[in-house]
């Protein structure tokens, strides 16, 4: 059964700073990762989206990185912003299933202005 | 483009009562999911719907927690009787298909649900 992992839970950083979220799985048998953001009270918003043959994507001031063989996956925010604060989730989609997501329990981010 | 739709965004009952739930896919969507999201914790699928039919059911407490998609468009969520464990953000989400390219799913604003 597939384990999504998510360090640290809680994190708070002045703003400007450049931080890393990490995520690991148990199988790494999976079609492919993605981050998504939620806000309080929100829904969830894709951020990023890693297919299992690619190594990493880029959308402005998010990196994020798959390295499917040691189970890990890192989301990098470069100069951070108090706009940035939410929670980020990541969840991987398993290779030989339908599309069933399994969510890590995400990291709650707080930018401090 | 408009979004997944759901509604209410909360509600508030007391243990043993039932509660529904409703959520409009995007347009063209074919698949269709439900998601349980605990305080604190990442969602988890309860049920997973292609058109009308039911994909994967495995962890939808069938018990009390019931679902259909009549028509292939919208589906309800219904909760009979509610117990004070769930209290939970529900998430509906829809991809155009279950598979391929098409699978990436988009998240409706979720109804917050609380048991008293």
């Known amino acids: 059964k597939q384990e999504v992992t998510q360090i640290p839970a809680a994190l708070s950083v002045p703003e400007g700073e450049n931080l890393v979220l990490n995520c690991s799985f148990t199988?790494?048998?999976?079609?492919?990762l993605q981050w998504f953001r939620q806000d309080p009270g929100k829904g969830l918003t894709s951020l990023l989206l890693i297919q299992s043959s690619q190594r990493e994507q880029t959308s402005g001031r998010l990196n994020a990185s798959l390295d499917k063989s040691s189970g890990r996956s890192t989301l990098y925010i470069a100069a951070s912003q108090p706009g940035d604060s939410a929670t980020y989730l990541c969840?991987?989609?398993?290779?030989?299933?339908?599309?069933?997501?399994?969510f890590g329990g995400g990291t709650r981010l707080m930018v401090k202005p | 483009e408009a979004g997944v739709a759901q509604s209410p965004r909360y509600k508030i009952i007391e243990k043993r009562q039932s509660v529904a739930f409703w959520c409009n896919p995007i347009?063209?969507?074919?698949?269709l999911y439900w998601y349980q999201q605990i305080l604190g914790q990442g969602p988890k699928l309860l049920i997973q719907f292609q058109n009308n039919g039911v994909v994967d059911d495995s962890q939808l407490p069938k018990d009390r927690f019931s679902a259909e998609r009549l028509k292939g468009v919208d589906s309800t969520l219904k909760i009979q009787p509610a117990k004070l464990e769930d209290s939970a953000v529900y998430l509906c989400?829809?991809?155009?298909?279950?598979?391929?390219?098409?699978?990436?799913?988009?998240f409706g604003p979720g109804t917050r649900l609380t048991v008293l």
């Open positions: 199988d790494s048998a999976i079609y492919n």
């Open positions: 969840a991987v989609r398993p290779r030989d299933a339908g599309n069933m997501l399994t």
């Open positions: 347009s063209g969507h074919a698949t």
């Open positions: 989400a829809s991809s155009l298909s279950q598979r391929g390219s098409y699978n990436e799913q988009f």
